[in-house]
């Protein structure tokens, strides 16, 4: 299995980033009825959805800015980026704050934070558990997913963060939405 | 951290606060000349000096020890009033800064030796001094100078000379456990040349039952005949110098040399009596009998300790010391309370730790509020008071805080004095510099990267700019050109200027050499301000010969690439015949600016203060207008709200708030007016760069984002919304 794992971890028609995700621990959460998983190194903390503050001539995807400890800090919204429409606000929502590399050599990381539904736990995830991506039938970008985790019996999407939240990609995006 | 790089930091840290005190010591170099009272000007320039030399001596940089050291011989002439400020005296100090700078920057580069080459200009320098200082040689005070002078010359420039040596030398307690035998020292001593006399010191020897036999309690007071020279000799201790005194004199001196030494004393102690035994003018058995004197004379005045007789005039009085000794040592105590005073003035701390400081003070003030709220829920009057009183505090805090980060920009501006002041004597030109808005605060990281910029703009005026006093008679204009260096804030901007009253840009000059460089067609139709943009491309010069200074084209592209590279915009404004101005704009990045706060819907928004001209009621006859009536005057309306996507319910009655420019006047329709805050700006990420009418944002006091409006994008915006629409 880790063979086929590194195998299609190594052909870049099935996914954008040369690597299949690695074992460790991931936090798991809840959108739209589907759990997702993220690596937890990439995440700063979780926090209330609260306060935020709306930026007009934005995309969907991107919901407005929150202060964070003094620093302003763009939410996106992660269902409106895998292009399932608006997430509805609910008492469980929360924003999960992620370090993501800016980008074109920018040295300085950018936090962004993601509005999810719900947020469950921190899981260990075995390699053995990590399937390579499918090619379709998952409802979002296959480049967005950098492996599906067998876990209780189900699956739990693993996201490719620096794919979902790159910076690049919805820069462009609010470019074109603002012309 | 090994001891290697523990002095390493602390060389750093040295060269930094060197050069920040070379950069005071040329600020009031120049302002010498002013004539007014120098007095404290002179003390604060001698006090860089000598803890420039200070310093460089604990680390052993012998060569700027000695040339700092005949600087400040000059100096030190200047403050006992043996020579006057004159424009030549000046003239030949600023370079003598210069070369400290240069010594200084070599060390910070890791050269820690005398480059020869840099040795040489030094010592050419040094004979500019010794104008100064040797028609002063026959004075009493000057000969102890000028004498230590040329003996620090011999050790600086490496050559020899012949003469005898006063060696006083007190080993560290440590020295024998360290392996360093004193007599072995004194033993290789003897192939330098003759020792002629040994005095044992040994006074610090504790009685016998309480005596260390592995302590070296022991000092030597030795007279040495040698051709060595005073490096050669010091060289021998190189191995104890850290822990122990060593002190090499010429044999002959007398009351100069004793002032000397006492000025050299590190400053660690502000006790006149140990100033005076440290210098070996007075042992501490003679300290002793002076203060038990003192204690008597006190106890008989009735405990009346303000009457004490000082201990210096009891000295002098036992005949212990001499007078001019103890005159130096109380000059040289007052100084270490000057400059105790003055280490506490500043202090130097981290940005990234100031970042973090104004970060945690901003939750502060969130979980403040939330406190309030809480307290406002229970409606407790004592709990309210109290809470109320320290939001003040928090956010008073939260200020000064933001405050830590601005500097002024009118320190980047005063180096200017400087260049102007060269460069218009190369040029032969007279040119005053006249600086406002120094005042005016920018961030840090700002000020750093716009001084090179600066300095090219300041030349070019100069160069190509101001013209020659005979050309300028001839123009009817006064034979002194003015330079005006400006800096004010405008519309979440730094704006600064650079102008001079020369002959301003050739329209008709710059036009030709963009023709003839292919930059536009023969028969361009442009604007002034577009030809003038001219200037800004690379290689482009209308200079007819190239100067040293400027002329080669090479510069002003450089200028607008930093100035881009700032996220700044530079212009151009130019009337030929008049003058020039060039006008940097910059971002603010981190600026607390003033501002209004305006409530639309659910948002709060900022719109600064100085695009603001007055704040209206919407009158409701206005209907579906984009317009309304201002006191006669059309003026156009921008609706914020669909504008920015606001939805919520629309209000009754409405504002409008009404803005000016570039001289067109817009009115923004609002819901409520909140009222007047001071706003630090925070930039908007990557992510929002290309919004249209957004400068950034500021978080308010409840923790909430708020957007600034751009009022000049907002203007051009829906001008040229309208004017594709009709």
Known sequence: MSELAANSGNSPAVVASPEIAAAGQYLTFVLGGEVYALGILNIKEIIDYGDLTEVPMMPACVRGVINLRGSVVPVVDLFARFGKGSSKIAKRTGIIIVETSAGDGDSANQDIGIIVDAVNEVVDIDRRDIEPPPSFGTGIRPDFISGMAKRNGRFVILLNIDRVLSVDEMTRLSQAAAV | ?726
């Not at chain 2, 002095?7 to 005190?21: G, K, N, P, Q, Y």
């Not at chain 2, 038990?292 to 300790?305: L, R």
């Not at chain 2, 900022?606 to 207008?625: F, Q």
């Not at chain 2, 669909?642 to 009655?653: A, S, T, W």
């Open chain 2, 1 to 726: 951290m090994s001891f290697d790089d523990q002095m390493r930091d602390a060389l750093v840290t040295f060269t930094i606060e060197s050069l920040e005190l070379l950069e005071d010591m040329e600020m009031c170099l120049l302002s010498l000349e002013d004539g007014e009272d120098t007095t404290e000007r002179i003390n604060s320039i001698f006090r860089a000096a000598h803890t420039i030399k200070g310093s460089a001596g604990l680390f052993g940089l012998d060569h700027i020890v000695a040339f700092t050291h005949v600087v400040e011989s000059l100096l030190d002439l200047l403050r006992a009033g043996n020579l006057s400020v004159s424009p030549e005296l000046v003239a030949a100090l600023l370079p003598c800064c210069d070369h400290i700078g240069l010594l200084v920057r070599d060390v910070a580069d890791g050269k820690l030796e005398a480059d020869p080459a840099v040795d040489l200009t030094g010592g050419q320098l040094l004979e500019q001094l010794q104008v100064f200082l040797s028609p002063l040689a026959d004075k009493n005070v000057a000969t102890a100078v000028a004498d230590r002078q040329s003996k620090l010359e011999a050790s600086g420039g490496g050559s020899i000379e012949s003469g005898k040596w006063h060696l006083s030398l007190r080993f560290g307690p440590d020295s024998l456990r360290d392996g360093m035998d004193p007599l072995s020292f004194i033993r290789y001593l003897t192939t330098f040349g003759q020792i002629t006399q040994l005095t044992t010191i040994s006074e610090a020897m504790p009685p016998a039952e309480q005596m260390d036999p592995e302590t070296c309690y022991v000092g030597f007071e030795i007279n040495l005949k040698s051709d060595a020279g005073k490096d050669e000799i010091e060289g021998v201790f190189e191995f104890v110098q850290d822990s122990s005194s060593i002190r090499i004199l010429p044999l002959d001196s007398e009351i100069g040399e004793f002032i000397d030494l006492i000025k050299q004393l590190p400053e660690d102690d502000s006790y006149l009596g140990e100033l005076l035994i440290k210098s070996g003018a007075l042992t501490r058995r003679e300290l002793e009998d002076a203060l038990n004197q003192q204690g008597v004379n006190a106890a008989g005045d009735a405990g009346d300790t303000a009457a004490k007789q000082p201990i210096g005039e009891i000295l002098v009085e036992h005949q212990a010391v001499q007078q001019p000794i103890v005159n130096a040592a109380l000059d040289k105590q007052k100084q270490i309370k000057d400059n105790k005073a003055r280490e506490s003035q500043s202090i130097r701390v981290d940005a990234d730790r100031l970042d973090k400081l104004i970060d945690l003070i901003g939750e502060l003030v969130i979980a403040g509020s939330g406190v309030n709220l809480r307290a406002q829920e229970s409606k407790a009057m004592a709990l309210l008071e109290a809470t109320g009183e320290m939001m003040r505090l928090v956010e008073e805090v939260r200020d000064s805080a933001l405050q830590l980060r601005m500097v002024p920009i009118g320190t980047t501006f005063n180096r200017f004095q400087r260049v102007v002041r060269d460069v218009s004597k190369e040029l032969g030109k007279e040119i005053d510099l006249i600086i406002s808005g120094g005042d005016t605060e920018v961030d840090k990281s700002i000020v750093e990267q716009i001084s090179d910029p600066l300095t090219h703009l300041v030349r070019n005026a100069m160069d190509h700019g101001i013209e020659t006093a005979e050309l300028r008679r001839e123009r009817g204009k006064s034979a002194r050109g003015v330079l005006r260096l400006n800096a004010y804030h405008a519309a979440g901007n730094i704006v600064i200027e650079v102008s001079d009253d020369g002959g301003g840009l050739n329209r008709d000059k710059i036009f030709e050499k963009a023709l003839e460089r292919g930059l536009i067609s023969p028969n361009a139709v442009l604007s002034d301000q577009e030809i003038f943009a001219m200037i800004f491309e690379p290689g482009f010069s209308t200079a007819q010969k190239v100067s040293n200074l400027s002329g080669r084209g090479v510069g002003m592209d450089v200028v607008k690439r930093n100035v881009a590279a700032l996220r700044g915009s530079i212009a151009v404004e130019s009337h030929y015949g008049s003058g020039s101005t060039m006008r940097i704009h910059l971002p603010l990045t981190l600026a607390i600016i003033d501002s209004f706060m305006v409530c639309v819907g659910h948002s709060t928004l900022v719109i600064p203060l100085d695009k603001i001209l007055e704040c209206i009621a919407l009158p409701t006859d206005t209907g579906e207008h984009d317009y309304m009536d201002l006191r006669g005057e059309v003026l156009p309306l921008v609706h914020l709200r669909p504008l920015f996507n606001i939805h919520g319910k629309e209000p009754q009655r409405k504002n409008v708030v009404v803005v000016e420019h570039a001289g067109i006047k817009a009115g923004f329709i609002v819901d409520r007016l909140l009222g007047e805050c001071q706003t630090v700006i925070k930039p908007l990420g990557k992510l929002f760069t290309h919004i249209k009418g957004v400068a950034g944002s500021t978080i308010l006091g409840n923790g909430k984002v708020a957007l600034i409006l751009d009022v000049p994008t907002l203007v051009d915006y829906v001008q040229h919304k309208s004017a594709t629409v009709y």
